[in-house]
């Protein structure tokens, strides 16, 4: 897998110890790791996309972020010979029962099955969009929450109460900006946005605030 300390854990929580894991930090030294038996969690391509190059010559299996960008614009005017799909990266979308996949043009359905097979998870394939779908919907609730919390209809504890109640999440919106992070989220819905210019997708100023004052930060 490509990515942090934190992908790897989540990685370990979904698909078990009975396979090997390495973990490469960045993109450049990730192909002495290539072997024809290999599938690749790669959580970096994302803001990374120029990188897409170093699977021209792999001939396994590379699952990529594709929450932010869609899995053919990753793909655009690149000759890969790798078997793709997308997936979204974000923390806490990997370690769930079924997971989303994206496929290039419909292509290597074939290959999807018999790699989650060997992964042993559930998944559905969805329209190749930025967001997807659930990362979408969870979006789109987060910034629901910081308007409603904006304009004083409720207390963030109260909000993140309402919905676990209400729905039965596992978490409440603001606990889940937390567990994505504020930067996560800004990020998708500033890209579903630019994607679609639907309103539903207009960030909040104090989800935005928050966000940049995270990134100030670091």
Same mark, same amino acid.
């Given at each position: 897998m490509i990515g942090n300390d934190q992908n790897l854990v =989540?990685?370990?929580? +979904?698909?078990?110890?009975? %396979?090997? @894991?390495?973990? #490469? =930090?960045n993109h450049s030294d990730v192909q002495r790791f290539f072997h024809d038996r290999l599938i690749v969690f790669d959580f970096l391509i994302g803001?990374?996309?120029?990188?897409?190059?170093?699977?021209?010559?792999?001939?396994?299996?590379? &699952?990529?972020?594709a929450s932010k960008v869609t899995l053919a614009d990753l793909?655009?005017?690149?000759s890969i010979t790798a #078997?793709?799909?997308? &997936?979204?990266?974000?923390?806490?979308f990997l370690n769930r029962k079924i997971l989303e996949f994206t496929l290039p043009e419909g292509k290597n359905r074939k290959r999807l099955d018999e790699t989650c097979a060997q992964l042993n998870t559930h998944f559905a394939i969805v329209k190749d969009q930025?967001?997807?779908?659930t990362p979408r919907v969870i979006g789109m609730i987060i910034n629901e929450a910081y308007f409603a919390f904006q304009e004083n209809i409720a207390s963030r504890e109260d909000i993140d109460l309402a919905m676990k109640l209400g729905t039965n999440y596992p978490f409440g919106p603001f606990e889940w900006a937390s567990h994505i992070g504020i930067k996560n989220v800004y990020e998708l819905l500033k #890209?579903? @946005?630019?994607?679609?210019?639907?309103?539903? @997708? +207009?960030?909040?100023e104090l989800l935005e605030?928050? #966000?940049? %004052? &995270?990134t100030s930060s670091l």
């Open positions: =989540e990685c370990r929580q +979904k698909f078990g110890e009975s %396979h090997t @894991y390495r973990m #490469a =930090e803001s990374n996309t120029q990188s897409i190059n170093v699977y021209e010559n792999f001939s396994g299996e590379v &699952f990529l972020d793909l655009l005017r690149n #078997a793709v799909f997308g &997936f979204c990266g974000m923390p806490t930025v967001g997807m779908v #890209a579903i @946005y630019e994607s679609t210019k639907d309103e539903r @997708y +207009k960030i909040c605030k928050e #966000a940049n %004052h &995270f």
